[in-house]
């Protein structure tokens, strides 16, 4: 079965303080992970993976197959972060890839 | 990209009625999900509906509570039936289809409605 963790319901960091949102998986296989982001009175919108290895308004995410975790870091948060992140996870599953999804973080970042 | 709208965007309901939830595409994708969000919750997969045939359900959730629809490409419906206090939540709608980066690779990716903010009284 396929699981994903995410330890923390709420971050709350100053502006310009790093950040790192917190996501374990369990799968048993290769699966490509995910975070989502939703900004408030907004939809859930796709916002990196990690086949693409990719910055996105400056989050990076590194998957980590020893650890089976897929953090997300941004050295610098904005108060534009603040949001809910989901960490997901997607693996082959009879024949299809239907995403497990964490509890969500919500992350807060203060002026 | 493919970008979903879906229709109510919110409401409020009596106990033991039932909504019905649209949710439109604008390119025809093959996979189509429900999600369903209750506060302070994961987003939990209600089923996958399929074209020209019964929607796949996952454990914990049966046709009767929530029949779906999916007559076409491009649309799909949920219904909550007979609803209950427990059924207050949001319900997004989600389609799976391709996403390029570059050229170089492309894979599926999950895009999601606005979603239905739902109240039972």
């Known amino acids: 079965a396929q699981r994903v963790t995410q330890p923390e319901k709420l971050l709350s960091v100053f502006k310009g303080a790093p950040v790192e949102l917190k996501c374990n998986y369990s799968y048993s296989g290769s699966p490509e992970l995910f975070w989502y982001v939703q900004y408030s009175r907004q939809r859930l919108q796709l916002l990196l993976r990690h086949i693409s290895r990719e910055s996105i308004k400056g989050f990076t995410a590194d998957l980590n197959k020893g650890e089976t975790s897929f953090h997300l870091k941004k050295p610098f948060a904005q108060e534009e972060d603040s949001a809910m992140y989901y960490c997901a996870l997607s693996g082959p599953s009879g024949g299809s890839y239907i995403p497990t999804f964490g509890r969500g973080t919500s992350l807060i970042v203060h002026p | 990209s493919a970008v979903i709208s879906q229709k109510p965007s919110r409401d409020i309901c009596q106990r033991g009625t039932s909504l019905t939830i649209q949710c439109q595409v604008d390119?025809?994708?093959?996979?189509m999900f429900w999600y369903r969000q209750q506060p302070g919750q994961s987003l939990t997969l209600i089923a996958t509906?399929?074209?020209?045939?019964?929607?796949?359900?996952e454990s914990g959730f049966v046709i009767d509570k929530f029949p779906i629809s999916r007559p076409n490409l491009t649309f799909s419906t949920l219904t909550v039936s007979n609803m209950s206090p427990e059924d207050s939540s949001i319900y997004l709608c989600?389609?799976?289809?391709?996403?390029?980066?570059?050229?170089?690779?492309?894979?599926?990716?999950?895009?999601f409605g606005p979603g239905t903010r739902l109240t039972v009284l």
């Open positions: 989600s389609v799976e289809s391709l996403w390029t980066s570059g050229g170089s690779s492309s894979t599926d990716t999950q895009y």
């Open positions: 509906a399929n074209q020209g045939s019964e929607a796949t359900y």
């Open positions: 390119s025809q994708v093959t996979m």
